[in-house]
Each structure stands twice: as structure tokens, then as C-alpha cells.
């Protein structure tokens, strides 16, 4: 039997500490227009909150990565490379040696990735430079992909050394070669893909069709697809910080980083919430407690929140609605 004690003990010092964290910086009312809306409405909202960005350089973009995409050791943070919790075949460091050039292999040199290739919009600005979906990743992997589509392999031609994957696709509704990211960062790679047509929402006249995409179109098995990888993999403090750095630089934000329940809002027509997930990851956890202390000390809710996290149900976020949140994470 549990004590009760020893219960109430380390919720409120849970409670505690987490009053020292922040989630993420999001201006005050970057995103009040879009509350309410749902479907392709909402994706035209937010098309036109996140629209005009700061158009950089193509040569900036390496100096930009130190900021966006830097490790904790200072070192490249490359998905096509890195392994979570384990220890990366090659580690890449923000030097011009570093750099491509030429290369042979894997661990030679990083560069410029365009997940939403660069050819599916004709190599145009602005789309070339924008950073929430120009990564930087070693140059033979990028290559190996190519400008396939992202997928999941059934039978793999080529693996990179992390376990990244080039073949024919397994999911249904694609049978084409396709590239696959390891597990923990398709969750990334699947939000960047709905920024993408998102900000070029009805912007697209240009661009092309394929396997994957119409324009800035995700095809049906595109959109399930990528909404099995961001469940699956929800946002990480990686994406976080990484689009507060992009913000600071371009002047707009990942909605979808900000708020993963849009993503269901948008492409699977639910607008449902979670008794409990503030963040709309669909789990109902220690990020949820950071966001409902965040969102009640800066006074920044949305109705999403409010629906979400009014567990005591009085109409309003507080300190009661922490503790049930609490309470429901521990099972008590």
C-alpha cells in the first residue's frame, strides 16, 4: 500500500521544481487568430501567421546551424548520423574542413539537406533556404537519398551506418524507393513535411508532382504516413529549441512544434483532446505539467489548453487543475 505521505510529499515537490521551467517561447498572441479554427481553415491561418518569413542567404546557412543545430559538445546535430543514446559513427564539427566539398563515403563532410527536396520546388527562394526543413546531414547520405520520398523500407538496397534506410516503400499506398530515417527523429522529419505545406500553402503553382506530394499537397498515403510518425514520435526538446533558434533568424515558428494537436486538427479533421494533454502529443505526462505551469504563469492560453487541462472543470487553468494533473500522471 502506498503511502499516503510519501505521496503528497513528492507531488508538491514535483510541482516545485517544475515551476522553474519554461516550455517554449512563443511571442504573446503569435497564434490567437488560429484559435477555433480547424481543418484547411486553420492550415490558411496559419499559413498567413507564418507566411513572409526573413528570406536568408544560401552561404548563411552554415553559420545559422551553430545556432539551430548544434549538440550540447558543440558538435553537428545530423539525424542521418546520429545515434540516441548511443555513440555516432561520425561526428562533424562547425569548421570549413568539415564542410562538402567533394566526398566519397560517410564521415567525410556535411552539408545542406533539403528534406522537401529542393527539385519538387525548381531549387526556388524562398523554399531554398528556409531552415525549418534545410538540415545539415553528411553528404553521402543526402546524396543517397537523393530526392526521394521519405517512407518506410520493406527491403532495404543501401543502409548508412545509424540504420538509415534507401528501398522499395512498405506502407500502403507507395510502392516506389523511398529513404527512411531512424525511428527517433521521423517524428522531426514528419512536422517539418506539414510546415512545408503549410507556409507554401497556395504558393506552389511551380512546383512539382510526384510519388508523395501535389504541389504542397501531401497525397493521402503521405499524410498517413506522417501522421504515424509524429505520433509516434512526439516533439523533442531538440525541436523546440531548434525553432525558437529558427526564430530568432527567420521571424516565423513550426506551428506543429508548438502545437502537435494541430496536426490532427488539420489533416485528420479531430480536434479531440485528451483529458490532460496540454501539448497535444497524446500522451499525457511530465511535458503536460510544464506547459499547464507555463501557461498559467504567462497567462497565454489557448482553448486547446483550456479544454485539455480544466481538469477540475471551473472554466479556468490554476494551481487545482495542476494537482489533478499530477494525480492523474501518478495514478492516484
Same mark, same amino acid.
Given at each position: 500500500?502506498?503511502?499516503?505521505?510519501?505521496?503528497?510529499?513528492?507531488?508538491?515537490?514535483?510541482?516545485?521544481?517544475?515551476?522553474?521551467?519554461?516550455?517554449?517561447?512563443?511571442?504573446?498572441?503569435?497564434?490567437?487568430?488560429?484559435?477555433?479554427?480547424?481543418?484547411?481553415?486553420?492550415?490558411?491561418?496559419?499559413?498567413?501567421?507564418?507566411?513572409?518569413?526573413?528570406?536568408?542567404?544560401?552561404?548563411?546557412?552554415?553559420?545559422?546551424?551553430?545556432?539551430?543545430?548544434?549538440?550540447?559538445?558543440?558538435?553537428?546535430?545530423?539525424?542521418?548520423?546520429?545515434?540516441?543514446?548511443?555513440?555516432?559513427?561520425?561526428?562533424?564539427?562547425?569548421?570549413?574542413?568539415?564542410?562538402?566539398?567533394?566526398?566519397?563515403?560517410?564521415?567525410?563532410?556535411?552539408?545542406?539537406?533539403?528534406?522537401?527536396?529542393?527539385?519538387?520546388?525548381?531549387?526556388?527562394?524562398?523554399?531554398?533556404?528556409?531552415?525549418?526543413?534545410?538540415?545539415?546531414?553528411?553528404?553521402?547520405?543526402?546524396?543517397?537519398?537523393?530526392?526521394?520520398?521519405?517512407?518506410?523500407?520493406?527491403?532495404?538496397?543501401?543502409?548508412?551506418?545509424?540504420?538509415?534506410?534507401?528501398?522499395?516503400?512498405?506502407?500502403?499506398?507507395?510502392?516506389?524507393?523511398?529513404?527512411?530515417?531512424?525511428?527517433?527523429?521521423?517524428?522531426?522529419?514528419?512536422?517539418?513535411?506539414?510546415?512545408?505545406?503549410?507556409?507554401?500553402?497556395?504558393?506552389?503553382?511551380?512546383?512539382?508532382?510526384?510519388?508523395?506530394?501535389?504541389?504542397?499537397?501531401?497525397?493521402?498515403?503521405?499524410?498517413?504516413?506522417?501522421?504515424?510518425?509524429?505520433?509516434?514520435?512526439?516533439?523533442?526538446?531538440?525541436?523546440?529549441?531548434?525553432?525558437?533558434?529558427?526564430?530568432?533568424?527567420?521571424?516565423?515558428?513550426?506551428?506543429?512544434?508548438?502545437?502537435?494537436?494541430?496536426?490532427?486538427?488539420?489533416?485528420?479533421?479531430?480536434?479531440?483532446? &485528451?483529458?490532460?494533454? /496540454?501539448?497535444?502529443?497524446?500522451?499525457? =505526462?511530465? #511535458? !503536460? *505539467? +510544464? $506547459?499547464?505551469? %507555463?501557461?498559467? @504563469?504567462?497567462?497565454?492560453?489557448?482553448?486547446?489548453?483550456? &479544454?485539455?487541462?480544466? /481538469?477540475?472543470?471551473?472554466?479556468?487553468? =490554476?494551481? #487545482? !487543475? *495542476? +494537482? $489533478?494533473?499530477? %494525480?492523474?500522471? @501518478?495514478?492516484?
Amino acid at each position: 500500500m502506498k503511502s499516503t505521505h510519501n505521496h503528497h510529499f513528492i507531488r508538491y515537490f514535483f510541482l516545485f521544481i517544475l515551476t522553474a521551467y519554461s516550455f517554449a517561447e512563443i511571442p504573446d498572441g503569435y497564434y490567437d487568430n488560429a484559435i477555433g479554427e480547424e481543418g484547411e481553415s486553420l492550415r490558411s491561418v496559419l499559413h498567413n501567421i507564418i507566411d513572409n518569413h526573413i528570406v536568408q542567404s544560401y552561404g548563411s546557412l552554415h553559420g545559422h546551424y551553430e545556432t539551430t543545430d548544434d549538440k550540447s559538445d558543440g558538435t553537428v546535430w545530423d539525424m542521418y548520423s546520429d545515434v540516441p543514446e548511443g555513440t555516432p559513427p561520425y561526428i562533424y564539427n562547425f569548421t570549413s574542413s568539415d564542410q562538402c566539398g567533394n566526398y566519397g563515403g560517410e564521415g567525410d563532410c556535411y552539408n545542406r539537406e533539403h528534406s522537401w527536396p529542393k527539385s519538387w520546388f525548381n531549387d526556388a527562394s524562398p523554399m531554398k533556404t528556409d531552415l525549418f526543413h534545410v538540415y545539415p546531414t553528411d553528404g553521402y547520405v543526402n546524396g543517397m537519398r537523393g530526392n526521394y520520398p521519405y517512407g518506410e523500407v520493406g527491403n532495404a538496397s543501401w543502409t548508412s551506418q545509424n540504420g538509415s534506410k534507401r528501398g522499395s516503400c512498405s506502407f500502403p499506398g507507395y510502392s516506389g524507393t523511398v529513404f527512411e530515417p531512424i525511428d527517433a527523429y521521423k517524428g522531426d522529419l514528419a512536422r517539418t513535411f506539414f510546415y512545408m505545406s503549410t507556409r507554401y500553402y497556395n504558393e506552389d503553382s511551380s512546383w512539382d508532382n510526384n510519388g508523395m506530394v501535389n504541389g504542397a499537397d501531401l497525397l493521402p498515403w503521405a499524410v498517413n504516413l506522417l501522421i504515424s510518425w509524429h505520433e509516434a514520435d512526439p516533439v523533442s526538446l531538440k525541436e523546440v529549441e531548434r525553432n525558437d533558434a529558427v526564430y530568432q533568424i527567420q521571424n516565423n515558428r513550426n506551428p506543429f512544434i508548438d502545437h502537435p494537436e494541430w496536426v490532427s486538427c488539420i489533416w485528420d479533421e479531430t480536434c479531440e483532446q &485528451l483529458p490532460g494533454d /496540454l501539448n497535444g502529443d497524446l500522451l499525457v =505526462d511530465v #511535458l !503536460d *505539467i +510544464v $506547459m499547464i505551469v %507555463d501557461v498559467i @504563469l504567462s497567462g497565454e492560453i489557448t482553448e486547446y489548453q483550456l &479544454l485539455a487541462g480544466d /481538469l477540475y472543470v471551473d472554466g479556468a487553468l =490554476d494551481v #487545482l !487543475d *495542476i +494537482v $489533478m494533473l499530477v %494525480d492523474l500522471i @501518478l495514478g492516484s
